[in-house]
């Protein structure tokens, strides 16, 4: 079995701890782990990039799974909008990953700029925006509108993945009306179900580096622990901040790559 740990470098290990430690904090916290995690795995030497993203989900499912039962304890959310949601989540992200395989990823990255431009601009000029949970729907019409968001959001994290977090979490604010805390609580039991998904694809078909997979899982724990913790004391004001730095920063990642596709 290839672990990815063969003959690996000491130094190849600490990056990967590292990263994985930072990753799972950012990820509990507000999302968008992806943008420290998966750059560090394509970093590994002789992996390919389906290796890199298959062994990032591998160990993100370690990450939001322990900070989904972090939020779950202490926040409580509301299962009835968050599991149904995570079902057609799972569902999505299996797609995803399905069509990652055969389709270039560099067709959809200026779409993704956009609306991460768009999510910051809204959240930035919207200082009073997931303060407080008000509920914009009820019934049927709000739980499908969280289905709806948990598959094309699951879809988008199968098939590109940095930044999940962040547009569940925009998501649940803006078209829910979520408090930033109580959308980071559900946006976690939704990504435990997007990796899962994006693994159901991923494991049978060899590409997950189970040794650098689990390292990196054990990192992502004790991050996401922390990050958990640290968001529920900080509250919403705190989790809204890190989110626009986040999001500011996949916007730069994006607009790099983008530059660089165009210049090759």
């Known amino acids: 079995m290839i ?24 990820d509990a916290v507000v999302g968008g782990g992806g943008l420290l995690q ?99 729907h009820e019934g049927r019409r709000h739980h499908g509108l969280a289905a709806l968001i948990g598959a094309v959001i699951g879809f988008y994290d199968g098939l590109l993945g940095p930044g999940t977090g962040s547009f569940l979490v925009i998501a649940l604010v803006t078209v829910l009306g979520y408090a930033f805390l109580q959308a980071s609580a559900k946006a976690k039991i939704v990504n435990v179900a997007t990796n899962i998904g994006a693994l159901l694809f991923f494991v049978p078909h060899g590409s997950v580096l189970w040794g650098l997979g689990l390292i990196l899982g054990a990192a992502n724990m004790v991050g996401g622990y922390l990050g958990a913790r640290t968001a529920v004391a900080r509250g919403s004001r705190f989790i809204r901040v890190v989110f626009l730095v986040v999001v500011g920063l996949l916007v730069l990642k994006l607009g790099s790559d983008i530059l660089g596709d165009l210049r090759r």
């Not at 672990?3 to 950012?26: N, Q, R, S």
């Not at 590994?44 to 900070?67: E, R």
């Not at 009835?80 to 395989?101: E, H, K, N, Y």
């Open 38 to 136: 998966l750059p560090a795995m394509l970093l590994v030497p002789g992996i390919t990039p389906v290796q890199a993203l298959a062994t990032n989900k591998m160990g993100s499912v370690f990450g939001t799974s322990t900070s989904a039962v972090m939020y779950y304890r202490r926040v409580r959310p509301d299962l009835r909008t968050a599991l149904p949601m995570a079902g057609f989540a799972l569902v999505g992200s299996l797609g995803g990953a399905i069509v990652a395989a055969s389709l270039p990823q560099q067709v959809f990255k200026p779409v993704i700029l956009v609306a991460l431009i768009a999510v910051a601009v809204f959240t930035a000029l919207k200082p009073d925006a997931g303060q407080v949970t008000q509920l914009r």
């Open 3 to 26: 672990t990815g740990l063969e003959a690996a470098d000491p130094a190849v290990i600490i990056m990967v701890v590292v990263a994985g430690l930072a990753a799972g904090w950012v």
